[in-house]
């Protein structure tokens, strides 16, 4: 069928041309009637023609072919438009994130060439209390950042003692982890604290008091205690940065709470590890930091003490809720709204009790929880786990050879959301179910039905 086309043609001089059918010397455009112009477009049409369908390369197509070969150009040259500009966006990224990495890393250098190292240097001897799988693992680190340091582990269990002094193992928690050389035992008090310049507390909290109250005429006044302890005591609600002072005696004791995510046998595996130190000395923790930092743990420093103790003391009340979930294999939706919960509780309590928040989103608060609460190498899980499946909590704990501290811990919290008006249902019945006051399955119907209020 025939079409009244306009069909691009180059300017023809008058001077030259006996064309009839030319309407004006200059115009740009010659009026013809095609039967098959497939690639013309109409007199009357909107839509613009693509670049390449008025053939700018001159090629005469065969008229079978004409369609085919100028639609494959007009592909090409959008093909290798859109290679081209996302070959240039990828350039463009790649690049953006190399400067970033190698500023970061170029900060890092600086500040590693800048931090303080006297501390490590001067230090000659460094007293663990407590043989337990976190206080051999920190008792091997700081033994491995300086070969030269004596440290002293002060344990009551004598077949330890000689497994440490004389094979270099600790028979009872990593009998297949060989400890430095520097690494000695002893149950010897005195000799032990003799001439530390750090002291690491990592006896159960529960125990703390007794024992501190039992060496305290051997401990220096101004000996830094760096407490690796995580919990409340039962009967008085206080952290270990009450029961280190009054225990001693000495109100003014140096002290650093020591907290993160951080499982005993991967320190002794040295695999990368981040904690912090707090403490309301600055330069205290400062030189705790250079104590403990190595090229497998990294050390931050905090000043809220109150936030990185309650933090670490009631992730082990909520790591048996997360357990006993598991246990009762209630699914991952339950999993996930118990340990939010439980997240929004230790901030309510921790902040009401003059932490910050953002110590309880950090690496002491939020980091601890997770490795906590999902993790099977956790002791409290583990006890909810068994809890969730029906055993007893006395048969569960006399099974195990470690403490674990959330299960006195539970007993703590409700104490202190009455003493601070917060409310912590999660919290406040683990501690019901480790009295034997509650089952799980009733605690779960009881959640449940607990009045559906705006998130705070």
């Avoid at 051999?136 to 002094?165: Q, Y």
């Avoid at 709470?257 to 707090?278: C, D, I, Q, R, Y």
């Avoid at 048969?395 to 470690?402: E, K, V």
Wanted: glycine content about 6%; some cysteine; overall charge positive.
């Amino acid at each position: 069928m025939a079409a009244l086309y306009l069909e691009p043609s180059p300017l023809i001089n008058p001077l030259f041309s006996s064309s009839s059918s030319q309407t004006h010397a200059h115009a740009p455009y010659i009026l013809r009637f095609h039967q098959k112009v497939p690639k013309l477009i109409p007199l009357f049409s909107t839509t613009k023609p693509c670049p390449c369908s008025t053939n700018p390369m001159g090629i005469d197509f065969p008229p079978e072919q004409e369609t085919d070969k100028t639609e494959n150009y007009c592909d090409s040259i959008q093909s290798n438009k859109i290679v081209r500009v996302s070959d240039s966006r990828s350039k463009d990224s790649r690049k953006i994130v190399r400067v970033a990495w190698e500023k970061l890393v170029r900060w890092s250098r600086s500040w590693r060439s800048k931090s303080k190292t006297d501390v490590l240097q001067r230090t000659k001897k460094v007293v663990v209390l407590g043989g337990g799988s976190f206080g051999t693992a920190i008792a091997a680190h700081v033994a491995n950042n300086k070969s030269e340091m004596e440290v002293k582990l002060l344990l009551r269990d004598p077949l330890v003692c000689g497994s440490i002094n004389q094979h270099h193992y600790n028979c009872k928690y990593f009998p297949e982890h060989k400890l430095p050389e520097n690494v000695v035992a002893t149950s010897d008090a005195k000799a032990a604290l003799l001439g530390a310049d750090f002291c690491l507390h990592a006896v159960p909290v529960q125990f703390s008091s007794s024992f501190l109250e039992s060496i305290s005429e051997h401990v220096d006044p101004n000996l830094p205690f760096i407490s690796l302890s995580k919990g409340l005591e039962l009967n008085t609600l206080r952290m270990m940065s009450q029961i280190i002072p009054q225990a001693l005696g000495n109100p003014r004791q140096p002290f650093v709470a020591l907290s993160g995510p951080s499982f005993a046998l991967e320190l002794m595996k040295k695999l990368p590890t981040a904690m912090v130190v707090a403490s309301k000395d600055k330069n205290l923790a400062s030189a705790a930091q250079q104590l403990l930092a190595s090229r497998h743990l990294r050390i931050s420093t905090s000043s809220d003490v109150t936030g990185v103790e309650i933090a670490g003391a009631l992730k082990n009340v909520l790591a048996i809720a997360a357990g006993i979930v598991e246990g009762m294999e209630l699914g991952n939706n339950s999993m996930a709204a118990l340990v939010a919960q439980g997240c929004s509780e230790i901030r309510w309590l921790a902040t009401k009790m003059g932490a910050k928040s953002a110590t309880i989103t950090g690496l002491s608060g939020s980091g601890d929880i997770m490795l906590t609460c999902f993790v099977n190498l956790s002791r409290n899980r583990t006890v909810g786990v068994r809890l969730g499946k029906g055993e007893k909590l006395d048969d569960i704990l006399s099974s195990m050879n470690q403490v674990a501290e959330g299960v006195s811990t539970a007993g703590a919290v409700i104490a202190l959301a009455q003493k601070y008006n917060v409310k912590m249902p999660v919290l406040t019945a683990v501690a019901r179910i480790v009295d034997n006051e509650l089952t799980p399955q009733k605690a779960v119907l009881e959640l449940m039905s607990l009045p559906q209020v705006e998130e705070v």
